[in-house]
């Protein structure tokens, strides 16, 4: 049976914090949904009602463009563990650029990682747990090394062009903003 809750709890964020992996979800107006898996050690828990991540260079940059549109997003995790559930965080999120103010107060909390892009912070309206009991249990075996290969192979300057061809506008059409002044 589903719970909600106002916000994070000890107890889910400990469960937050022994999860390698999480999923986004966002969607624009009008267009595709994006669901992103995302992992690495890349997730943190800002308080009882903020979390934030540390986006990473992707083939494309949804998520940037609909919560810059909407800032309707969903972050999930799911245990693959012999003990199941599932944890939704619900609510308004936003995209902290380097050029931005608050970058330096949400960098703080993240390792620095090669090919960085974006923090994306979620303010938490609602959040929602529930059984996960058809989902498998999972073994990690470890973390894919080729986002940091990839990210070390095209240098600063590499992924910046990447960012230019790739990562400027949605699949939709959308402005991400990474580069605007």
């Known amino acids: 049976m589903a719970k909600f809750y106002t916000e994070l ?35 943190r828990c800002i308080n009882n009602v903020t979390v934030a991540y540390l986006d990473l260079t992707g083939s494309g940059n949804e998520t940037a463009a609909h919560l810059n549109e909407n800032g309707r997003m969903t972050i999930m995790f799911c245990s693959f563990s ?39 912070v979620l303010n938490i309206n609602s959040v929602q747990t529930s059984c996960g009991y058809g989902v498998p249990v999972y073994e990690l075996q470890e973390e894919r090394k080729t986002i940091r290969e990839w990210a070390d192979k095209k240098g600063e ?19 991400t903003k990474l580069l605007e002044d």
């Open 157 to 175: 300057q590499g992924i910046f062009e990447y960012w230019q061809a790739k990562n400027k506008k949605s699949i939709d059409g959308l402005e």
């Open 9 to 43: 709890n000890p107890s889910l964020r400990e469960f937050i914090e022994e999860q390698k992996i999480f999923f986004t979800a966002t969607a624009p107006k009008e267009g595709r949904i994006n669901l992103s898996p995302k992992g690495v050690d890349t997730f």
């Open 82 to 120: 012999e003990k199941p559930m599932i944890l939704r965080l619900y609510g308004e999120g936003r995209v902290i650029l380097p050029r931005n103010q608050e970058w330096e107060h949400f960098y703080g909390f993240f390792t620095p990682i090669l090919g960085e892009r974006q923090i994306m």
